[in-house]
């Protein structure tokens, strides 16, 4: 949470001064003598705010890496588990295909609903 309240902080030094078309006009600004010591004020303020603006969007590039990695990871989980679910269906069209398969499927079911109901009875 300091993080987001510290580029918001950055964010906020960043576009300090700056309006709709440039750095705001002061009385030395307006004149057509300008200083150089202002020039070199307003060069520094202008070259810490490129360095701000450096850092955030490196730190932007950081996070969507990091994101992709992540994202490739479990694209990668999920097509294993895809093709283990895949099997499995396979292995049950082939039992559900035979009568006898049914009929094993129908007998393994009564036996695991006649256990949780006697486990439910006696707990």
């Known amino acids: 949470m300091n993080s987001r309240r510290d580029h918001r902080l950055n964010r906020s030094a960043l576009f300090d001064g700056i309006e709709e078309g440039g750095i705001r006009a ?3 600004f307006a ?3 300008i200083d150089d010591h202002d020039n070199d004020k307003a060069l520094n ?12 969007t ?20 999920m097509d294993a588990s ?5 099997g499995t269906v396979d292995r049950f069209k082939t039992v559900f295909e035979s009568k006898s398969g ?9 036996f695991l609903a006649l256990f949780l109901l ?3 009875l006696t707990r």
Do not use: C, P, Q
């Open 26 to 28: 002061s009385s030395s």
């Open 102 to 110: 049914r009929r094993m499927v129908t007998l393994v079911a009564s």
């Open 45 to 56: 303020s202008l070259h810490d705010r490129v360095n701000i603006l450096k850092r955030l």
């Open 118 to 120: 006697i486990y439910y």
């Open 82 to 86: 895809r093709g283990a679910l895949s």
């Open 58 to 77: 490196g730190d932007i590039h950081e996070e969507a890496e990091s994101h992709n990695r992540i994202l490739d990871r479990m694209g990668n989980a």
């Open 31 to 33: 004149s057509r003598e």
